[in-house]
């Protein structure tokens, strides 16, 4: 068990190089503006992928609602930073809250749902938010909300990552994302091994909503205006798309699958009708070929290298 | 009969149309063994789901340890100490066979979901403590050596002992076992029994089972409960049960 803490701070060691060497790219203007505004893309495209994962892959609850916390909490966000000029931390935190304050709303009525119809009602409550956000005159209505400060930068996205992806991973190693896990395993065996099923399916989406409405208030201090249509529930079907190209209930495979698709959607970004036939295709060949995605249930830590590097304990032990 | 582990009076479960169990009564007191039989489609499996919490009686009254357990969800009355394993053999079976029983340990671990967010407090023991625990089952149900190995994957009888194990991480007073010992051959078959004296023994356990096999439910119950069409048509020790003509005429047919 030692182990586990000696694992966490190689990892976050490997973080704070990766950060450096990027962060020093950027500064010192090696990396393009264009490669700039991708690498925070992928950052918060990290942060939705993985906090997805926790819904769909560990918990086996299929949401396609992703894109609508997100709006929440870049709608909320918005709102703090322009008009009450808050600070910026301040802005994400709430914007984090209040999604997850909806995701636990929504998701007592609608976790009682299995499979196709909670993927359904999930769909559905995206798009309430979004056209609802539409008809609100308050925060600029169909036409967006203008003039947003520029305060997300490659260190708070980087940063706000790390933490996602530390807290989701330490989430899933404990005794509640076991019971997750076993949820989307054998619901009725989970129930009768003392899980109380309910409780984890809402706090499984409350904390995925949360991260995403973090994700949110960061992607839209990125732009001068973000609209109501940037939250379409195509969106909500690209991050289930990296989702289950990384591979359902991997985090490494929610990293991987956020590099992925956003390179492919950057290089194709002259080509935009193309990108969907390239997904599509990615799609159908991953589904003959490896059904469970890049990583399906396993980390990078899993395979031989790194265990030996790690001398790994936790969830798969020698 | 006032200090029965378990007891039912008077339950009924209509499904529809259908009276999957009538006027259901029964009573198993604390460190017995007790079997449940019948033909298939008797209302056996559907007395566990009721006992469990995954039905709810249409009519009539569950205690467990005196207290009613009607209305009670599955998760509350295994957390009271009632743990069962099933016909269809529901494991986790894309986990490993270490996290299957680990999962059971849910109710007993004593830290919070910060605490294990932040890799602080008691996590670190607490983990180590399942951890320990869980390896001491799997050794007991000789599945050491496969800790890592998926569920889905043991041969059969194997995840047979697997259920138990799971079961028994629960730190249950009462243990219904749902067939265990359902296609096992005879063979496998004698090591249950034995394991299941055994871990009658150790764990100070109450154990109520389903059972097809009359060779283990004549070898080890000491009580026995015979249900057809949803009625109790006959209770008793093994020797009674052999002899009653209601039994026969259920299991063999004819006039009786």
Redo the contacts between chains.
Sequence with gaps: MKYLRKNDLIMLGLGLVIFAVLQTLITERIMSSFWQLNSIIIGINVIMAVSLNLINGYTGQFSLGHAGFMAVGAYVGVVLTTFFHLPFAVALLAGGAAAGFLGFLVGIPTLRLRGDYLAIATLGMSEIIRISIMNIDYVGGAAGFKGIPHHTTFAWVFFIMLFSLFFIKNFVNSTDGRACLAIRENEVAAESMGVNTTKYKVMAFTIGAAFAGVAGGLFAHSFYLISPNSFTFMQSFNYLIMVVLGGLGSITGSIAGAFVVTFISAALASWPEFRMIIYALALILLMFYRPQGLFGYMEITDYGPFRKLLKKGGRKHE | MSDALLKAENVSEVFGGLKAVSDFNFYINPGELVGLIGPNGAGKTTAFNLF?G?YQPTTGQITFAGDSIVGL???QI??RGI??T?QNI???????V??NV??????H?K?G?LE????MGR??S???R??EESRRLLRIFHLDGQ??EKAKNLPYGAQRRLEIA?AL??KPKLLLLDEPAAGMNPQETKELMDMIRWIRKEFGLTILLIEHDMSLVMGICERIYVLEYGSTIAEGTPEEIKKNPEVIRAYLGGEG
Excluded: C, G, W
């Design positions: 469990t995954v969800k599955p998760y295994t957390q743990a069962r099933f529901r494991l986790f079976s894309e986990l490993s270490l996290d680990k999962i059971a340990f849910h109710s671990v830290y979901m294990a967010v932040l890799r996590y670190f607490e983990e180590e399942v951890e800790e890592n799971r991480a629960t």
